[in-house]
């Protein structure tokens, strides 16, 4: 089967995307699938026809995650020319010539909906979820209405635009963008000083923000594969929380899987993840993150990812490894129920 790796894009979190890309094309082609990376906006530069039959590009191997986002400025002026569309040179045409474009893009363009309604439009099958689910877990404030009118317990919030008033919130607290990923732009707030600061941060990254209450407590991700809750993650960073350094730097952060619950708190927790899975009509695959409160002992929603990471560093393929699935299975799990879609 000919299947399209897409990755890379104009997100922060371009370069998570890219070893995602990679780790994914080396799977698939390990267990026989003709996989090829193709980077969403810089394209292929050569005949749309020929992209199936040459050796796969190595040159997303050279460079690594960084401890900071990318410079997306650059990484604009590196494909030249003055379109400011998304799909690079022949992307469009390749998906079109694909058995099946694995989705391997996250954050802003990517993980928000557009490019998989995009291919909706052109007809072109795609792993994970559909525009409408991937555009309300890619936006928090959506997902927090959501979560909030099917009885899922998150966190307090308000949300604020830029230029518009913005409302003071009780200290400590979490400010974010309203639909950033790997905790790029977040701030936690635990003093008035912060605060204004913090706002100004997240405005960087966009132009709606959420403000919500912080909780204290452990952190844990859960994943879903199909009608399969994975075993939970707990996961403990060694120092600050689980920002974009801590995520994609080894040795940042120490992830236990199976998490150390008890029975009943694994059941509890698993069956939240089902909730807000069902809540955001998610479809395939994802992860869902919560803090366990050391003050009720009751889990919040965090958030939702339709596309998780898929990184050495990545929580899925470990909650996957615990129960016997390994990287190459994962991936091709992920093409046969995408398939079943369609």
């Given at each position: 089967?000919?299947?399209?790796?897409?990755?890379?894009?104009?997100?922060?979190e371009?370069?998570?995307s890219?070893?995602?890309?990679?780790?994914?094309?080396?799977?698939?082609?390990?267990?026989?699938?003709?996989?090829?990376?193709?980077?969403?906006f810089?394209?292929f530069?050569?005949?749309p026809?020929?992209f199936?039959?040459?050796?796969?590009s190595?040159y997303?191997?050279?460079?690594?995650?960084?401890?900071?986002?990318?410079?997306?400025?650059?990484?604009?002026?590196?494909?030249?020319g003055?379109?400011?569309s998304?799909?690079?040179?022949?992307?469009?045409?390749?998906?079109?010539?694909a058995?099946?474009v694995?989705?391997?893009l996250?954050?802003?363009?990517g993980e928000?909906g557009?490019?998989q309604?995009?291919?909706?439009?052109?007809?072109?099958?795609?792993?994970?979820?559909?525009?409408?689910?991937?555009?309300?877990?890619?936006?928090?404030?959506?997902?927090?209405?959501m979560?909030?009118?099917?009885?899922?317990?998150?966190?307090?919030?308000?949300?604020?635009?830029?230029?518009?008033?913005?409302?003071?919130?009780?200290?400590?607290?979490?400010?974010?963008?309203?639909s950033?990923?790997?905790?790029?732009?977040i701030?936690?707030?635990?003093?008035?000083?912060?605060?204004?600061?913090?706002?100004?941060?997240?405005?960087?990254?966009e132009?709606?923000?959420?403000?919500?209450?912080?909780?204290?407590?452990?952190?844990?991700?859960?994943?879903?594969?199909?009608d399969?809750?994975?075993?939970?993650?707990?996961?403990?960073?060694?120092?600050?929380?689980?920002?974009?350094?801590?995520?994609?730097?080894?040795?940042?952060?120490?992830?236990?899987?199976?998490?150390?619950?008890s029975?009943?708190?694994?059941?509890?927790?698993?069956?939240?993840?089902?909730?807000?899975?069902?809540?955001l009509?998610?479809?395939?695959?994802?992860?869902?993150d919560?803090?366990?409160?050391?003050?009720?002992?009751?889990?919040?929603c965090?958030?939702?990812?339709?596309?998780?990471?898929?990184?050495?560093?990545?929580?899925l393929?470990?909650e996957?490894?615990?129960?016997?699935?390994?990287?190459p299975?994962?991936?091709?799990?992920?093409?046969?129920?995408?398939?079943?879609k369609?």
């Open positions: 089967m000919n299947i399209v790796v897409l990755a890379g894009g104009l997100s922060t371009r370069d998570v890219l070893i995602t890309g990679k780790n994914v094309v080396n799977a698939l082609r390990s267990i026989g699938e003709n996989a090829h990376l193709l980077d969403v810089l394209g530069d050569g005949d026809e020929d199936f039959d040459g050796e796969q190595e997303i191997t050279k460079n690594g995650i960084k401890e900071i986002d990318p410079n997306i400025e650059e990484i604009k002026k590196s494909r030249g003055e379109s400011a998304l799909f690079g040179p022949g992307v469009i045409e390749i998906c079109k010539k058995d099946f694995f989705i391997a996250h954050g802003e363009d928000d557009k490019v309604a995009t291919f909706d439009l052109l007809r072109i099958k795609y792993t994970g979820s559909g525009c409408l689910a991937s555009a309300m877990a890619m936006n928090k404030y959506i997902s927090k209405q979560m909030d009118a099917g009885g899922i317990k998150n966190a307090k919030y308000v949300f604020a635009r830029k230029g518009g008033d913005i409302p003071k919130y009780k200290c400590p607290c979490v400010i974010k963008p309203t950033g990923g790997s905790s790029v732009g701030s936690i707030v635990k003093n008035e000083d912060e605060y204004a600061k913090a706002v100004e941060t997240a405005f960087i990254y132009d709606e923000i959420i403000i919500e209450e912080y909780i204290e407590g452990r952190e844990f991700s859960v994943g879903i594969l199909g399969r809750v994975l075993p939970p993650i707990e996961i403990i960073p060694k120092e600050g929380f689980y920002d974009y350094k801590n995520k994609y730097q080894e040795g940042m952060t120490i992830e236990i899987c199976p998490a150390e619950l029975e009943a708190d694994t059941k509890r927790l698993q069956i939240a993840t089902k909730d807000v899975f069902d809540v009509n998610l479809e395939v695959y994802g992860r869902i919560f803090i366990l409160s050391k003050d009720n002992n009751e889990f919040y965090l958030e939702a990812n339709s596309l998780p990471g898929l990184t050495s560093m990545s929580l393929p470990q996957a490894k615990a129960i016997g699935i390994d990287y299975s994962l991936c091709k799990k992920i093409v046969e129920l995408s398939q079943k369609y």
